[in-house]
T-cell receptor
Framework: SAVISQKPSRDICQRGTSLTIQCQVDSQVTMMFWYRQQPGQSLTLIATANQGSEATYESGFVIDKFPISRPNLTFSTLTVSNMSPEDSSIYLC???????????FGPGTRLTVL | SQQGEEDPQALSIQEGENATMNCSYKTSINNLQWYRQNSGRGLVHLILIRSNEREKHSGRLRVTLDTSKKSSSLLITASRAADTASYFCATDAQGGSEKLVFGKGTKLTVNP
């Protein structure tokens, strides 16, 4: 299985600011995914990030609010822009173990917006 | 879009008892995965079951899949306090989509 790390593990931010979350995988992967988990809720897919192309966003999520970078096959960033308290969530990145179709997750970034 | 629904939403049992959690979904799938999440941390992958499989085991875990009923169950036998966590099912879609749709989860508490 892939080993995935995320930075920061948690942060407390002020309204109106932006935070960039980093996701690092220990092996080259084609697809990376970003999810949001609001307090007490399940996970919702924000976007799919492929290296060398624009991220594909799910309904309800837009690039201006959640810009994503995917500069190489082991790394991606998600920025939460112009934050409001409603953005307080856990943000998780994931990737596929291609041969077995299993999807593995990073430890998550717990974001609190005041 | 398809959506997994787990039941029960919350389950409290004593150590040593078995815990059964169920998941239902709405559309055809390639596979279904179960995850565990401890106290709002990252998700731990437990098991993947393919649409052509009916049952799968991993240690104390047993997963069943009934594609005719569009449902799956996760059984944890001889539960331990360390099994206390939220458990989620996640499905993908036939047609090759790697995107996962998660159920709402079951919060399991195992009392020592």
């Amino acid at each position: 299985s892939a080993v995935i790390s995320q930075k920061p593990s948690r942060d407390i931010c002020q309204r109106g600011t932006s935070l960039t979350i980093q996701c690092q995988v220990d092996s080259q992967v084609t697809m990376m995914f970003w999810y949001r988990q609001q307090p007490g809720q399940s996970l919702t897919l924000i976007a799919t990030a492929n290296q060398g192309s624009e991220a594909t966003y799910e309904s309800g999520f837009v690039i201006d609010k959640f810009p994503i970078s995917r500069p190489n096959l082991t790394f991606s960033t998600l920025t939460v822009s112009n934050m409001s308290p409603e953005d307080s969530s856990i943000y998780l990145c994931s990737t596929l173990a291609r041969r077995r179709n299993e999807q593995f997750f990073g430890p998550g970034t717990r974001l609190t917006v005041l | 879009s398809q959506q997994g629904e787990e039941d029960p939403q919350a389950l409290s049992i004593q150590e040593g008892e078995n815990a059964t959690m169920n998941c239902s979904y709405k559309t055809s799938i390639n596979n279904l995965q179960w995850y565990r999440q401890n106290s709002g941390r990252g998700l731990v992958h437990l098991i993947l079951i393919r649409s052509n499989e009916r049952e799968k085991h991993s240690g104390r875990l047993r997963v069943t899949l009934d594609t005719s009923k569009k449902s799956s169950s996760l059984l944890i036998t001889a539960s331990r306090a360390a099994d206390t966590a939220s458990y989620f099912c996640a499905t993908d879609a036939q047609g090759g989509s790697e995107k996962l749709v998660f159920g709402k989860g079951t919060k399991l508490t195992v009392n020592p």
